[in-house]
C-alpha cells in the first residue's frame, strides 16, 4: 500500500501541491490525469524524493517517511522501494542496452554483475528486447528505448513503479508498443502509478482514476465512473476537451 498524507509543495511562493492526500493499494493501477502545471509530475516525483515536499507524509508498505524532517537513511529507503521510468528515457549513452538495465543492480543493490546479468536479461526479455542486448541508446527507436526503461524499473524489483508521461516523447507510431509492454506488466499485479494523457490507455488499464488540477485532487474513482459519470464539473470540461468521443451521463 502506498499513502501520501497532506502533502505540500512549492517553488518559491508558486504552490504546486496543496494538501495532497491519495491511497493506492497493493497491485492497483493508478493513473493521474489533468492539465499541463496541474502538479501531476511534481506529485509522482514527491513519492520516491526526487523533490522534497514541504509537509506531509509517504507510507510505501511498512515504511512512512515524515517529509519535514527525513534522514538521508530515511530516503534512501523510501526509493529502494520504487523505481521511475521517465519521459525522456534518461539512458546511459556510452552503455548498451544490457549494462543500462545492470547499472542499478550493480551499482545500488551490490549485486554480482553475473546476477545482474541474469536478471537484466529476463526483463530485457519480457519487454521484447532480447535481441537488443549489445545496442547502444542511439541505435534504438524512441519506444525501444522506453522499453529498456521500463526493463531497467522492472529489474530493480520495486514495490511500486512510477510512469512519468511514459508516451509523451515517443512519435505517435511508437505509442502503442510501450502501452502494450505496459498493460503486459500491469496483469501481472505490480502497482504502478502513470501519469499520462493517453485516456484510451488509462480508461481501459487503470483500476483508479485520478484528476488533478491547480495542485488539488479534484476528483478520483474506478474509471468507468470518472469516464463516463464524471461528478466534478471541472472533470467534465477536461475530459470533453481530451476526448470529445465520449459522452457523459446526465
Same mark, same amino acid.
Given at each position: 500500500?502506498?499513502?501520501?498524507?497532506? &502533502?505540500?509543495?512549492?517553488?518559491?511562493?508558486?504552490?504546486?501541491?496543496?494538501?495532497?492526500?491519495? @491511497?493506492?493499494?497493493?497491485?492497483?493501477?493508478?493513473?493521474?490525469?489533468?492539465?499541463?502545471?496541474?502538479?501531476?509530475?511534481?506529485?509522482?516525483?514527491?513519492?520516491?524524493?526526487?523533490?522534497?515536499?514541504?509537509?506531509?507524509?509517504?507510507?510505501?508498505?511498512?515504511?512512512? +517517511?515524515?517529509?519535514?524532517?527525513?534522514?538521508?537513511?530515511?530516503?534512501?529507503?523510501?526509493?529502494?522501494?520504487?523505481?521511475?521510468?521517465?519521459?525522456?528515457?534518461?539512458?546511459?549513452?556510452?552503455?548498451?542496452?544490457?549494462?543500462?538495465?545492470?547499472?542499478?543492480?550493480? &551499482?545500488?543493490?551490490?549485486?554480482?554483475?553475473?546476477?545482474?546479468?541474469? @536478471?537484466?536479461?529476463?526483463?530485457?526479455?519480457?519487454?521484447?528486447?532480447?535481441?537488443?542486448?549489445?545496442?547502444?541508446?542511439?541505435?534504438?527507436?524512441?519506444?525501444?528505448?522506453?522499453?529498456?526503461?521500463?526493463?531497467?524499473?522492472?529489474?530493480?524489483?520495486?514495490?511500486? &513503479?512510477?510512469?512519468?508521461?511514459?508516451?509523451?516523447?515517443?512519435?505517435?507510431?511508437?505509442?502503442?508498443?510501450?502501452?502494450?509492454?505496459?498493460?503486459?506488466?500491469?496483469?501481472?499485479?505490480?502497482?504502478?502509478?502513470?501519469?499520462?494523457?493517453?485516456?484510451?490507455?488509462?480508461?481501459?488499464?487503470?483500476?483508479?482514476?485520478?484528476?488533478?488540477?491547480?495542485?488539488? +485532487?479534484?476528483?478520483?474513482?474506478?474509471?468507468?465512473?470518472?469516464?463516463?459519470?464524471?461528478?466534478?464539473?471541472?472533470?467534465?470540461?477536461?475530459?470533453?476537451?481530451?476526448?470529445?468521443?465520449?459522452?457523459?451521463? +446526465?
Amino acid at each position: 500500500m502506498i499513502k501520501m498524507a497532506n &502533502i505540500t509543495k512549492a517553488f518559491g511562493k508558486h504552490e504546486v501541491l496543496k494538501g495532497i492526500n491519495l @491511497t493506492v493499494k497493493k497491485g492497483e493501477v493508478v493513473c493521474i490525469l489533468g492539465p499541463s502545471g496541474s502538479g501531476k509530475t511534481t506529485l509522482l516525483r514527491c513519492i520516491n524524493y526526487l523533490e522534497k515536499p514541504n509537509q506531509g507524509e509517504v507510507t510505501i508498505g511498512d515504511f512512512t +517517511i515524515n517529509c519535514k524532517r527525513p534522514s538521508k537513511q530515511d530516503i534512501h529507503t523510501l526509493r529502494k522501494k520504487t523505481a521511475m521510468v521517465f519521459q525522456h528515457y534518461n539512458l546511459f549513452k556510452h552503455k548498451t542496452v544490457l549494462e543500462n538495465v545492470m547499472e542499478g543492480l550493480v &551499482i545500488v543493490q551490490k549485486q554480482s554483475k553475473e546476477t545482474a546479468r541474469q @536478471t537484466s536479461i529476463q526483463m530485457l526479455e519480457k519487454v521484447g528486447l532480447g535481441s537488443k542486448l549489445d545496442a547502444y541508446p542511439s541505435q534504438l527507436s524512441g519506444g525501444q528505448q522506453q522499453r529498456v526503461g521500463i526493463a531497467r524499473a522492472l529489474a530493480l524489483n520495486p514495490e511500486v &513503479i512510477l510512469f512519468d508521461e511514459p508516451t509523451s516523447a515517443l512519435d505517435p507510431e511508437l505509442v502503442g508498443e510501450v502501452l502494450e509492454v505496459i498493460q503486459k506488466i500491469a496483469k501481472e499485479g505490480i502497482t504502478m502509478i502513470v501519469v499520462t494523457h493517453e485516456m484510451g490507455f488509462a480508461r481501459e488499464v487503470s483500476n483508479h482514476v485520478v484528476f488533478m488540477d491547480q495542485g488539488v +485532487i479534484v476528483e478520483e474513482g474506478r474509471p468507468q465512473d470518472i469516464f463516463s459519470d464524471a461528478k466534478e464539473e471541472r472533470t467534465r470540461q477536461f475530459l470533453k476537451r481530451i476526448t470529445p468521443e465520449y459522452t457523459f451521463n +446526465i
